[in-house]
Each structure stands twice: as C-alpha cells, then as structure tokens.
C-alpha cells in the first residue's frame, strides 16, 4: 500500500494562475480531507468529503473548489491564486478513527 | 465553533528532562486525537482517547483525557532528541471522523 499520495511536492505559482493538487489513497477510505499549514500554525480544514460524490467546506474554503468522483482520488483546485494562499497543503485520509497524511504539496505563489 | 487551545506553543528541552503539552477544548468531546510532525515532515498519529479519564502509555509517552473530556495531556518522559517534533491534538467537529479541529501544537526541540 502506498497510503495517500499528493503531486506535485512543490510549486510555484504566479498571481491569478490556476492549478489542480493532487491526492490518492489506496486504502479504500471513506473519508478524505485538505489542509492547509502555515508556518507556527496548526492544521486548517480547506475542504472535506464523507464518500464518493460528497464533499462540503471546511474552516477555509474560499478560493478553492474539490470534487470527489470516486473514493480514491481527492483533488484541489485553486481558481486564481493569490499570494495569501502560499502554504503547506495536506492531503489526509480516514476510516472511523486515525487520519493518514499525505507528504504536502508545498506551494508558493508570487 | 469547537476550538481547540494548545499551550505551550514552544518548549525547549535539554535531552533527559521531561516534557508535557496540554489540549483544551472550548466543548465536550467525543474523543481527542494526538498527532506528531517532524520538521519538514506531515503529521503523523499517535494515539485516539475515547472514555472520561482514561490514561495511555506508549513507552515514554504518557497520554490523559480528562474527566470533563474537555481537556488532554501528553507527558513525555526523559526526553529524546528524537522526540523534537511538533505534538497537534486534535478534535472530532462531529462525528464524522474526517473533519478534525487542530490545536496549534506545541514544537519541542531538545537540546543534547
């Protein structure tokens, strides 16, 4: 098992450009979840989905869009990017109790 | 909303003292969550604790839920340089154990 895999590990975006992160597991989760991490802080829920065609907003959604077309794969997209969205993004998965992360997607946008 | 306060935010350590962060919650939980990050690394669980009170222990690692089960503990003793981390507790929103509310953490670093 590979466990949750994210793509790209790095990227640098400039203003207004769009791009899709990737995340996969293989671990026939239910629920998949995206965070995002700046520096100090904790954990801050972007997006999240309880199954295959389900998903709903987090703490902080605003400028990002997922889809969940089937339980494997959990996409991020960011619509036009903006500098306050340079961070560290998380992929994670779950059954009933412990998340599994994925390594990141660390993203700058200049 | 739930939230989830973790304090200290830092704690520097030298190598053999003893280390502890502790979680509070603003509600009642169902269970907490604690998880460990390395630098430079994603987070990593360590252990879920579900009833009033309970106590679990992994080797150095001593983890508390309270009474109230609104707040938690992670003591560590005798620290190890491999212990350098930063320590999340985490709550459940609801029950859908996909939507967690994290604490800050707390960053230890330990110094040889």
């Known amino acids: 098992n590979a466990g949750v895999t994210q793509t790209p590990k790095f990227q640098v975006l400039k203003t207004g450009q769009s791009m899709t992160l990737q995340c996969a597991q293989d671990?026939?989760?239910?629920?998949m979840s995206w965070y995002r991490q700046d520096p100090g802080m904790g954990l801050r829920l972007i997006h999240y989905s309880v199954g295959a065609g389900i998903t709903d907003q987090g703490e902080v959604p605003n400028g990002y869009n997922v889809s969940r077309s089937t339980t494997e794969d959990f996409p991020l997209r960011l619509l036009s990017a903006a500098p306050s969205q340079t961070s560290v993004y998380f992929c994670?998965?779950?059954?009933?109790?412990?998340?599994?992360f994925g390594p990141g997607t660390r993203l700058t946008v200049l | 909303g739930q939230q989830v306060m973790q304090i200290p935010q830092y704690q520097h350590v030298q190598e053999g003292e003893d280390f502890t962060t502790y979680c509070n919650s603003s509600t009642t939980l169902s269970n907490i969550q604690w998880y460990k990050q390395r630098p430079g690394g994603h987070p990593v669980f360590l252990i879920q604790?579900?009833?009033?009170?309970e106590v679990k222990k992994q080797k150095r690692l001593t983890f508390q839920f309270g009474e109230a089960k609104k707040n938690s503990s992670l003591h560590i003793t005798a620290t190890q340089t491999t212990d350098v981390g930063t320590y999340f507790c985490?709550?459940?929103?609801?029950?859908?154990?996909?939507?967690?509310?994290f604490g800050d953490g707390t960053t230890l670093t330990v110094k040889p």
């Open positions: 985490a709550g459940p929103r609801n029950t859908n154990a996909g939507k967690s509310t």
């Open positions: 994670a998965s779950s059954s009933a109790n412990e998340q599994f």
């Open positions: 671990m026939n989760h239910e629920y």
């Open positions: 604790l579900v009833k009033s009170g």
